[in-house]
T-cell receptor
Framework: GQQVMQIPQYQHVQEGEDFTTYCNSS?????IQWYKQRPGGHPVFLIQ?????EVKKQKRLTFQFGEAKKNSSLHITATQTTDVGTYFC?????????FGSGTKLNVKP | NAGVTQTPKFQVLKTGQSMTLQCAQD?????MSWYRQDPGMGLRLIHY???????DQGEVPNGYNVSRSTTEDFPLRLLSAAPSQTSVYFC????????????FGEGSRLTVL
């Protein structure tokens, strides 16, 4: 069945360092989405990538969708304490959303 | 604008008890879904619905029932709670055909003793 793997599970960084989380799907995706969940909160949509090789930026966040549409990454430049939370990728397929297990980011001030 | 509203926020049950988690959205979304979130497991789809009167199973449907009698409401029923159902439950809706942005409720934390 569909699987979406995400690494690393945890990342601890010093404020100002960069952070990257990676997502891999066992099947080709029509699109991939990224969500952020603050501690104690609910997932909030960040972005959706649709095209092969697509790169999108949101301020310090850079999102990439692989050429084969089976992998994606989220890179944060110069992390801040406000970046703390868990980042999930999600790949929809036939009306079902398959989420990665998430990467929990901790930023030390 | 309320978005997706879940009740209750917290619930403690004894093994074998039944309960219903409520989910309502005011965005006229056709697609609604339920997830459970367990440590290290991400979000796993329980059931989903693409419109009133239509429901289908997700990855982990056993022990849960759903119905969709209106566009707005999508309740999740636990008929006989088990400790393995201790989790945080999220309801989410989507205005498209099941591929666009998901809007999540604030979650319901359930403990089964």
């Amino acid at each position: 069945g569909q699987q979406v793997m995400q690494i690393p599970q945890y990342q601890h960084v010093q404020e100002g360092e960069d952070f990257t989380t990676y997502c891999n799907s066992s099947t080709t995706l029509s699109n991939i989405q990224w969500y952020k969940q603050r501690p104690g909160g609910h997932p909030v949509f960040l972005i959706q990538l649709v095209k092969s090789g697509e790169v999108k930026k949101q301020k310090r966040l850079t999102f990439q969708f692989g050429e084969a549409k089976k992998n994606s990454s989220l890179h944060i430049t110069a992390t801040q304490t406000t970046d703390v939370g868990t980042y999930f990728c999600a790949g929809p397929r036939f009306n079902k959303f398959y989420f990665g297990s998430g990467t929990k980011l901790n930023v030390k001030p | 604008n309320a978005g997706v509203t879940q009740t209750p926020k917290f619930q403690v049950l004894k093994t074998g008890q039944s309960m219903t988690l409520q989910c309502a959205q005011d965005m006229n979304h056709e697609y609604m879904s339920w997830y459970r979130q367990d440590p290290g497991m991400g979000l796993r789809l329980i059931h989903y619905s693409v419109g009133a009167g239509i429901t289908d199973q997700g990855e982990v449907p056993n022990g849960y029932n759903v119905s969709r009698s209106t566009t707005e409401d999508f309740p999740l029923r636990l008929l006989s709670a088990a400790p393995s159902q201790t989790s945080v439950y999220f309801c989410a809706s989507n205005g498209g055909t099941g591929t666009g942005e998901l809007f999540f409720g604030e979650g319901s934390r359930l403990t089964v003793l």
